[in-house]
């Protein structure tokens, strides 16, 4: 089992910033690909960003130059550096670490972080 733990969100103005936290632990043996989804008020969870173990990352259209995501392997956490914060990034952030096993992929989550962005 993989247990994760955010923490970072908050309450801010349109366009200041806030960091994300996110500390893996357990069995972590095959976990090479951790990132952020998130999910506003009646509709889908929807990724964020995701970063392999060797570095790579990518992210979706509506946060490419405004998010950065990092990764500290020797602490197990990754981080979310939002800047420019619009409205419409208000949601609850969910830290996902994605382990392979032997018949596909597993997704673990963490419990969720509110992010408010008020206009």
């Known amino acids: 089992q993989v247990q994760l733990v955010e923490s970072g969100g908050g309450l801010v103005q349109a366009g200041g910033s806030l960091r994300l936290s996110c500390t893996a632990s357990?069995?972590?043996?095959?976990?090479?690909?951790m990132g952020w989804y998130r999910q506003a008020p009646g509709k889908p969870r929807e990724v964020v960003t995701l970063?392999?173990?060797?570095?790579?990352?990518s992210y979706a259209d509506s946060v490419k130059g405004r998010f950065t995501i990092s990764r500290d392997n020797a602490k197990n956490t990754v981080y979310l550096q939002m800047n420019s914060l619009k409205p419409e990034d208000t949601a609850v952030y969910y830290c996902?670490?994605?382990?392979?096993?032997?018949?596909?992929?597993?997704?673990?989550w963490g419990q969720g972080t509110q992010v408010t962005v008020s206009s």
């Open positions: 970063i392999t173990s060797g570095g790579s990352v």
């Open positions: 996902n670490a994605k382990k392979t096993n032997t018949f596909g992929i597993n997704d673990y």
């Open positions: 357990g069995n972590l043996f095959n976990v090479n690909t």
